[in-house]
T-cell receptor, first 116, second 109 residues
Framework: EAGVAQSPRYKIIEKRQSVAFWCNPI?????LYWYQQILGQGPKLLIQ????????DSQLPKDRFSAERLKGVDSTLKIQPAKLEDSAVYLCASSLTGASGANVLTFGAGSRLTVL | SQQGEEDPQALSIQEGENATMNCSYKTSINNLQWYRQNSGRGLVHLIL?????REKHSGRLRVTLDTSKKSSSLLITASRAADTASYFCALPGANNLFFGTGTRLTVIP
C-alpha cells in the first residue's frame, strides 16, 4: 500500500511569511495527525482529525497555525505568520482509528521548515 | 497526558554488540509502542506491547514491559550499522500517542 505522502519536503521562509504543508494519508485511515518535531526532541502533537472533524487541537497555536481536512482525506497545515521558533519538522501520520485503541501510526517523511 | 522518558539519551556501540534502551512513564497504560526514526525521515513503528504482556520479540528486537515499575526496555541484538537511528517510546493518551525525547543510537561499523 502507498505510504503517507507529504509535501514539500523542505521549505525556507523569512519570519512573518506564511507557509502551507500538505498531507495525503493512507487510503482508508480515518484518523490523521500533525506532529511538530523540533531538532533533538520527540514529536509533539499539534492536531488530530477523525475523518474531517477535529478530535484534539489543544496544543495548536491557534493565533498562527491552522489546519483543515476537507472531505476527510487530505489535510493542510498552515502557519501565518511564521516565527523563528516554528523551525521544525512537521510530521503527518495516519491510523485506522484513534491511537488509544492500540492502533499503530504510519508517518510520512515530514516537511522540514526553516524560518530565517 | 503523559510522556515517556527514554534513557540513555545517546548510545554508541560497535557493530555486532547489543543495544538496550529504556523508557519510564508515570501513569498506568494499556499498551506501549516503540518507533524508530532514521535521520531526516519519519517515524517507523517497531513493536507494540500490551499491559498483559511481559515480553515480545520481533526479529532482532526484544521488548519488555514491567507495569509494576512503569518501565519498558528495547533490546536490539547483533546490531548493524543500519540500526543507527533515534528510538522513541510512545504512550497512549485519551485519543493519540505521546512520544518521549528518544534515544539516539549510533552503531559503529
Amino acid at each position: 500500500e502507498a505510504g503517507v505522502a507529504q509535501s514539500p519536503r523542505y521549505k525556507i521562509i523569512e519570519k512573518r511569511q506564511s507557509v502551507a504543508f500538505w498531507c495525503n494519508p493512507i487510503s482508508g485511515h480515518a484518523t490523521l495527525y500533525w506532529y511538530q518535531q523540533i531538532l533533538g526532541q520527540g514529536p509533539k502533537l499539534l492536531i488530530q482529525f477523525q475523518n474531517n472533524g477535529v478530535v484534539d487541537d489543544s496544543q495548536l497555536p491557534k493565533d498562527r497555525f491552522s489546519a483543515e481536512r476537507l472531505k476527510g482525506v487530505d489535510s493542510t497545515l498552515k502557519i501565518q505568520p511564521a516565527k523563528l521558533e516554528d523551525s521544525a519538522v512537521y510530521l503527518c501520520a495516519s491510523s485506522l482509528t484513534g491511537a488509544s485503541g492500540a492502533n499503530v501510526l504510519t508517518f510520512g517523511a515530514g516537511s522540514r521548515l526553516t524560518v530565517l | 497526558s503523559q510522556q515517556g522518558e527514554e534513557d540513555p539519551q545517546a548510545l554508541s556501540i560497535q557493530e555486532g554488540e547489543n543495544a538496550t534502551m529504556n523508557c519510564s512513564y508515570k501513569t498506568s497504560i494499556n499498551n506501549l509502542q516503540w518507533y524508530r526514526q532514521n535521520s531526516g525521515r519519519g517515524l517507523v513503528h517497531l513493536i507494540l506491547i500490551r499491559s498483559n504482556e511481559r515480553e515480545k520479540h520481533s526479529g532482532r528486537l526484544r521488548v519488555t514491559l514491567d507495569t509494576s515499575k512503569k518501565s519498558s526496555s528495547l533490546l536490539i541484538t547483533a546490531s548493524r550499522a543500519a540500526d543507527t537511528a533515534s528510538y522513541f517510546c510512545a504512550l497512549p493518551g485519551a485519543n493519540n500517542l505521546f512520544f518521549g525525547t528518544g534515544t539516539r543510537l549510533t552503531v559503529i561499523p
